[in-house]
């Protein structure tokens, strides 16, 4: 099936919403314009998202400001997980999977073989935010190696003074994301893949970061991580730690700018929505997501993300319009792709 958006949506609104077809009036949400729509929405439906919580606060914003316009339909938004999403996804309990990594090989055969076929869609860059409590008074940066003695295989130190003899001779409190995250995916892949090694088993783990943020608020010698916009919006009671970028030696903090040109490496990484091309045949569905890619940059930005740049975008939009199915970042071998977004969301890569 291929359409173009904007006529496609033109077509959905002639037969189902009363809103109107002007695109700029239909990207007006998302917290940007709280005005109510000049006519109610015929719209109606049922549209289930779930995955990555590091997602979720993106879904939820762009949810809300599609029920303004919208109010008929039911959209629910749940962040079990990347992994526990997708698994989900491939049973046909969601419409869109959030996803804070790619699809991995194993998710993509599920989807083969239960007949899900599914159009892949970068929507923001995240950094992954290493956190520390505000009283600690010893941690300014920490390099990869540093983490990875702290982080990986049950031989990991224990107490801070393992790391750095200077720093205080206590017990490293550790709280990450549970195992179904993408995120703690993201970690594992970035300090100990390369290894064969698993991380520590001793973390207090949790898939709820707002969990994560008051177990590193309340001890003074926690340290933890998730993405950046759980760091932005508890920026008060936590600190980023700098982390030294392997290839110029620089320390950076998970900054806009950073994140957007990968100086904040090696812990800047893509989000991602998947949405199953049978749910696409609903109208619902179809709005929803052109209402989601025409908000996402806005919406990313304010909930503490970063905007995609305007030809990733572009080349997003068109690869719904054109309802290109597959993954760009698990090849034809079944091994999954590594590096910049950009050298491989290219059609080259694209495997259905």
């Known amino acids: 099936m ?26 007006s949400g998302a917290g940007s314009d709280s005005s109510p729509p000049a006519t109610e929405s015929n719209l109606v439906g049922t549209i289930k998202v779930d995955g990555s919580s590091t997602v979720q606060p993106i879904s939820n914003a762009i949810r809300e400001g599609f029920i303004q316009e919208h109010p008929k ?21 969601t419409d869109i999977s959030d ?17 899900v076929s599914f159009v892949e869609l970068p929507v923001a ?60 995916d993201y970690f594992h892949e970035v300090l100990a893949k390369k290894s064969k090694k698993e991380l520590r088993g001793d973390m207090n783990l949790n898939e709820d970061d707002n969990i994560l943020v008051k177990g590193v608020s309340d001890n003074k010698f926690a340290i933890g991580f998730f993405g950046v916009a759980y760091y932005e919006e508890n920026k008060d009671k936590l600190r980023a730690v700098s982390v030294v970028n392997p290839e110029d030696e620089i320390a950076y903090q998970p900054t806009t700018d950073n ?5 904040y490496a090696p812990f800047s990484r893509p989000l991602f929505i998947y949405v199953n091309t049978e749910s696409l045949n609903r109208a619902e569905v179809q709005v929803f997501i052109e209402y989601f890619l025409a908000n996402t940059p806005e919406v990313s930005q304010k909930v503490g993300y970063v905007r ?7 080349k997003v939009q068109a690869n719904l319009d054109a309802m290109k199915t597959g ?5 034809e071998t079944g091994e999954s ?15 259905p």
């Open 73 to 93: 339909v039911d959209i629910i938004v749940s962040g079990n997980g990347t992994g526990n999403g997708f698994k989900s996804f491939y049973d046909k309990g």
């Open 125 to 184: 860059y995240d950094g992954l935010t290493i956190v520390v409590n505000p009283q600690n008074d010893w941690v300014k940066e920490l390099t990869v190696d540093q983490l990875k003695s702290m982080f990986v295989g049950e031989e990991a130190v224990k107490k801070w003074s393992d790391v750095d003899p200077s720093w205080p001779e206590e017990a490293i409190q550790i709280y990450s994301p549970g195992t179904g995250s993408g995120t703690y």
């Open 308 to 314: 995609l740049p305007e030809a990733v975008m572009t």
């Open 327 to 331: 993954t760009h970042f698990v090849d």
């Open 337 to 351: 792709r590594s590096g910049a977004l950009t050298d491989l969301f290219i059609d080259e890569n694209l495997v």
């Open 99 to 115: 996803a804070s990594r790619p699809i991995k090989s194993g998710e993509f055969e599920k989807c083969k073989e239960n007949g």
């Open 2 to 27: 291929k359409f173009t958006s904007f006529a496609f949506s033109c077509l959905i609104a002639l037969a189902v919403v009363s809103t109107g077809c002007d695109k700029s009036s239909s990207n």
């Open 259 to 263: 994140i957007a040109s990968n100086r």
